[in-house]
């Protein structure tokens, strides 16, 4: 007897599948590509905030989910004995002139309410500690929400979490119980099928990893530059951001532009080996949100897609929320994330 079966083994699907097994619930994944083969294999995996400021759904979701990500991978590698690499070692951005820096202090104040007590967010003189690029203002941004894990890690480790329970990945099966879709650019286009008109695209995103050991520095975040300095001793930076391609799975010279770019900003880079390419295709939502709830064509599936740039970053809370719609009728999708709100 199975009650869920979820199609697609990404983080969206994986964590989902999680949640409703500790619910209790008999779940199957299948996904005949195997976990993490999409966008959810990739390399970076920056866990940040959005701007302290104009205060919205999205944004609320999104804290929530941040602020529960701790309890949520720990749980994950507890039962499955694989450390997803998280770890919130907050996150540093240079300041580009006098306006950036009179703003940066407004959204500090702004944290201080609207994250709840619960991290801050600094203006503070640039420190020399051979890590932080150089800020053209002489102060930085530091915050102590922003965390990261290990994309493939965290994939591995939700598998190894579920196979503790029972659940396998297979690449095959029928449709058992209430499904849900996290099947990424490939459920778009689905969508689009039934619907006439685009309800989100493909964005495809260039990553490389280089052979630092940074562990336990922040995370940077500079001139559009994701910087990780992942748990193993890698040094993960991304991504670019294409909406027109002929491959979405071969890197090419723009990520080579961003390798050197990289090199350039962050001097600690300069002379580290780069040790792995990825370049993958993201699903993004119309809306720009995530897109979830029941499908509206399909009585008893429902849809959880379109985690674009954030996946990661929401995929505790979207669990939580789509295990509640799928196991118990309980709907607690913010305002803005369900799925007629990219048609």
């Known amino acids: ?19 409703c097994v500790l619910r209790g619930a008999r779940v199957q994944v299948v996904d005949p590509f195997g976990p993490a083969a999409g966008s959810s294999g990739g390399l970076v995996g920056a866990l940040a905030p959005h701007v302290p400021e104009n205060w919205n759904p ?15 991978w720990s749980e994950v590698a507890e039962a499955g004995g694989v450390d997803p690499g998280y770890r919130r070692t907050g996150r540093t951005q240079p300041v580009a002139d006098a306006t950036a820096l ?11 309410t609207l994250w709840q007590g619960q991290a801050s967010w600094s203006v503070l003189p640039q420190p020399e500690d051979g890590w932080t690029p150089p800020s053209p203002s002489g102060w930085i941004i530091r915050d102590t929400l922003s965390a990261h894990l290990h994309p493939r890690r965290a994939c591995a480790a939700l ?17 058992r119980g209430r499904v849900l879709w996290a099947t990424g650019v490939a459920g778009l286009e689905a969508l689009k099928a039934e619907n006439a008109r685009p309800v989100g695209c493909g964005i495809k ?13 922040p995370q940077l975040f500079t001139d559009a530059l994701h910087v990780i300095p992942h748990a193993d001793g890698t040094v993960a930076i991304g991504s670019t951001s294409e909406r027109d391609f002929a491959s979405g799975n071969t890197t090419d010279t723009q ?8 090199r350039h900003l962050v001097p600690a880079l300069k002379d580290a080996p780069v040790i792995d390419r990825w370049a993958g295709v993201r699903p993004r939502s119309r809306s720009r949100a995530p897109m979830l709830g029941a499908w509206p064509a399909r009585p008893g599936h429902y849809i959880a897609n379109g985690g674009f740039k954030i996946g990661f970053g929401m995929a ?27 048609f």
């Open 1 to 19: 007897m199975v009650d869920i079966t979820v199609r697609g083994a990404g983080v969206l699907g994986l964590s989902i599948a999680w949640a």
């Open 58 to 72: 999205k944004k609320a979701f999104q804290l929530e989910s941040l602020l529960m990500a701790e309890g949520f």
């Open 102 to 112: 009179e703003l940066a202090r407004a959204r500090g104040a702004f944290a201080e």
């Open 159 to 175: 598998v190894a979490a579920l196979r503790a329970e029972g659940v396998a990945i297979a690449a095959e099966g029928s449709d």
């Open 205 to 217: 995103g260039q990553a490389a990893l280089f052979a630092l050991d940074a562990r336990g520095k």
């Open 255 to 262: 990520l080579d532009a961003l390798i050197e770019r990289a």
């Open 316 to 342: 505790p809370r979207i669990a939580e929320v789509m295990a509640e719609l799928l196991l118990e009728d309980r709907n607690g999708i913010p305002e803005g994330f369900e799925v007629t709100a990219s």
